[in-house]
């Protein structure tokens, strides 16, 4: 298995609604990140987590929650979301967090808030 | 300041031609630079990783380059399909865990 997975792939939420992005990875990879990407723009990094502890956080608003419940997992619990949060969350693993490791993206979660 | 540029910004070619991106990075220090294609609404996908030491790398219809002291590195797609319509993005990973993002090539290909 040599993907990354996200779920759901698109997702409707209103200002005062809270939901939650799961990431999935079974590579035994170590590090896992998230990523922002708004249209025509590249991704920008929010979260890295390494072996399961948050390692960097690039001061993401408090309405963003990540969680690492294990290795494989990553989720991005989301509350009280304004409509500029709407973009291509994606989630991407490496098998540690230095070295020349490759990084696999997921492809992606399409959110909009309205 | 880690920067990396991609040019031309967009691009669009007819089915069959050759192109060539370009990326110029001033990362500091550099690790190595990828180039991933990226679909519409999709999650960016590998095509080639280079190191420092290495100045070519092939992946079936891509190419690239890597110029180490001039920091450019370029991407070769040789007999263009329509489905290499996509984003191409160049990214270079300087110190821990710092990816820097060029903000991408948008490739159209023309039947």
């Known amino acids: 298995d040599t993907e990354v997975t996200q779920t759901p792939k698109h997702l409707v939420m209103g200002m005062t609604n809270k939901k939650s992005l799961k990431c999935e990875q079974h590579?035994?990879?170590?590090?896992m990140y998230w990523y922002k990407q708004k249209a025509k723009k590249p991704p920008e990094l929010m979260f890295v987590?390494?072996?399961?502890?948050?390692?960097i956080n690039e001061s993401v608003p408090s309405r963003f929650s990540p969680e690492c419940p294990n290795s494989s997992l990553l989720n991005l619990h989301l509350h009280a979301l304004q409509p500029e949060d709407s973009a291509l969350y994606l989630c991407a693993s490496r098998h540690s967090a230095g070295g020349q490791n490759e990084q696999f993206f997921g492809p992606g979660t399409r959110l909009t808030v309205l | 300041k880690n920067q990396v540029e991609q040019s031309p910004q967009s691009l669009i070619i007819l089915e069959g031609k050759n192109c060539t991106l370009q990326c110029n990075y001033t990362v500091s220090p550099f690790s190595n630079l990828r180039w991933y294609k990226q679909d519409t609404g999709r999650g960016p996908v590998s095509l080639t990783i280079?190191?420092?030491?290495?100045n070519t790398k092939s992946n079936g219809r891509y190419t690239a380059t890597l110029d180490a002291d001039t920091k450019q590195s370029s991407l070769h797609i040789t007999a263009s399909q329509l489905s290499d319509s996509a984003s191409y993005i160049c990214v270079v990973r300087g110190g821990y865990s710092t990816l820097t993002f060029g903000k991408g090539t948008m490739l159209l290909v023309s039947p």
């Open positions: 987590y390494s072996y399961e502890k948050l390692s």
């Open positions: 280079m190191t420092f030491s290495e």
């Open positions: 590579m035994g990879h170590r590090a």
